[in-house]
């Protein structure tokens, strides 16, 4: 059984830094595309940011691009996503998720993470 669990979430002010992590297990993931989204009250699901577990490609959103890092730890099978100079609008529930290379449909999805940023 394939899981994605993520970790880390919590409050922090505004300037701040969070680490979030996500846990996978239940299948190799040499093929795949590990992504973290976010979703904030109100709004639609945001890709943040993606990693090709094999080779280690990243892309950001522009939203986020310079101060979050995506990466990968092969040997703990985890996902981690290290985020620093947090603004207030980057407040929302993380999610971990992953798909094939050749396909769109991101299939594996973690139950989320809570990351409150304050004044």
């Known amino acids: 059984q394939v899981q994605l669990v993520e970790s880390g979430g919590g409050l922090v002010q505004a300037g701040g830094s969070l680490r979030l992590s996500c846990a996978v297990s239940?299948?190799?993931?040499?093929?795949?595309?590990m992504a973290w989204f976010r979703q904030a009250p109100g709004k639609e699901r945001e890709l943040v940011a993606h990693?090709?577990?094999?080779?280690?490609?990243?892309y950001y959103s522009d939203s986020v691009k310079g101060r979050f890092t995506i990466s990968r730890d092969s040997a703990k099978s985890t996902v981690p996503l290290q985020m620093n100079r947090l603004k207030l609008e980057d407040t929302a529930v993380y999610y971990c998720?992953?798909?094939?290379?050749?396909?769109?449909?991101?299939?594996?999805w973690g139950r989320g993470t809570q990351v409150t940023v304050s004044s």
């Open positions: 239940g299948r190799t993931f040499t093929n795949y595309i």
């Open positions: 990693i090709t577990w094999s080779g280690g490609g990243t």
């Open positions: 998720a992953a798909r094939e290379i050749s396909r769109i449909e991101w299939r594996y």
